[in-house]
């Protein structure tokens, strides 16, 4: 990667390791879904001119309903979700818990999608990234304690949210520019919740760190990160942008531990490792076989192997799926040309998630 791209990665990794500090700031004095109305509001205030200045929001005609379904399934639920879980469990701990979004969508995509082949690599590694599941939550949690295990469940299931919505934009808004989708949901988002908010709201003012709170989660977390991550994806590629998918849990965990005092065990490190080798191998893709006629043919001696890891198997076509705390985007198979504006919703696809 060129320097330019070591600088993007390095932002991604602050702006989508930040947000599990912000939301525990935040959640002390703001109901979840006053958080995630505000944090999608703001994104939405900055998106939206960016969608309609492109051309990109026009792509939505004729697709409200698909849209909206994605509104629910990757952000809405996924967001309220994750900022629930942090009101039981830590803010690290929070971050690795959504680190198992690779191996969500690749267990789901062993079931839902007949072109995914089921390889020992791939299985070896969902084992391993279940080990590490298994590891964090039953060490750092512990089977007795209800809430910190109802907490992770919820983080658990945003990430199930995260993997689904990738399916969906890959099945049913793969054309759609990523600008102009992340603009819908943030704004269908906003305006579903904005009722529930109002009626959560609290009755005295938050405190300046609550508010700062929820500007940070919707200004740069969401709302700059997508615009970065897109303008990653056409400079160096989905699968150099998706390396965030790495770096940003270990931002996490070390504010965590920096600003939180959150504990830091060895089975912490151990859990965090498995799982993040368990996501390389599992969403790893093995070259394509190619006959010797067809080498030889095409003036290679062998197939060229890409080594490079692959958040989110079997798509062609860039996606909308979040990563990390919020929007974060799961990459796709392949670089490609995605979004002229360099915007795009997804680590490497239509949609950025991933946030998450």
């Given at each position: 990667?060129?320097?330019?791209?070591?600088?993007?990665?390095?932002?991604?990794?602050?702006?989508?390791?930040?947000p599990y500090l912000f939301i525990k700031f935040a959640v002390a004095e703001l109901s979840p879904p006053v958080i995630v109305a505000g944090r999608t509001a703001i994104a939405a205030l900055v998106l939206l001119p960016l969608a309609i200045g492109s051309g990109a929001l026009r792509q939505l005609r004729g697709r409200l309903g698909v849209i909206s379904v994605l509104a629910l399934v990757h952000v809405v639920g996924p967001f309220l979700l994750i900022t629930y879980g942090e009101v039981y469990i830590a803010s690290g701990l929070t971050a690795l818990l959504l680190a198992t979004q690779p191996l969500i969508i690749a267990a789901l995509a062993l079931r839902f999608d007949p072109s995914e082949r089921v390889g020992g690599r791939r299985l070896l590694g969902l084992g391993i990234g279940l080990v590490g599941v298994a590891a964090v939550v039953g060490f750092d949690i512990g089977a007795d304690n209800r809430n910190g295990l109802l907490g992770a469940g919820?983080?658990?299931l945003a990430g199930v949210g995260y993997a689904c919505a990738t399916f969906l934009v890959r099945h049913k808004l793969s054309g759609v520019a990523p600008l102009g989708v992340a603009a819908g949901t943030m704004s269908i988002t906003t305006v579903l919740l904005a009722p529930v908010a109002l009626l959560t709201a609290p009755v005295a003012m938050p405190t300046a760190k609550a508010a700062i709170s929820v500007v940070v989660l919707g200004l740069f977390s969401t709302a700059l990160a997508l615009v970065l991550f897109y303008r990653m994806i056409a400079m160096a590629g989905a699968g150099s942008a998706a390396l965030v998918s790495y770096t940003s849990p270990a931002v996490a965990v070390l504010l965590g531990v920096m600003v939180l005092?959150?504990?830091?065990?060895?089975?912490?490190?151990?859990?965090?490792?498995?799982?993040?080798?368990?996501s390389w191998l599992s969403t790893?893709?093995?070259?394509?076989?190619?006959?010797?006629?067809?080498?030889?043919?095409?003036?290679?001696?062998?197939p060229r192997r890409d080594l490079g890891p692959e958040p989110v198997p079997g798509h062609r076509q860039p996606g909308l799926a979040a990563g990390g705390d919020g929007v974060q985007a799961v990459p796709e198979l392949q670089d490609g040309p995605q979004l002229a504006a360099g915007l795009h919703l997804h680590r490497a696809g239509t949609v950025a998630g991933a946030e998450r």
């Open positions: 990667m060129s320097r330019r791209a070591w600088v993007l990665l390095a932002a991604l990794s602050i702006l989508w390791g930040i919820m983080v658990l005092s959150e504990p830091l065990t060895p089975v912490t490190l151990l859990g965090f490792g498995l799982i993040l080798t368990g790893r893709r093995a070259a394509p076989l190619v006959s010797p006629d067809e080498s030889a043919a095409s003036g290679n001696a062998a």
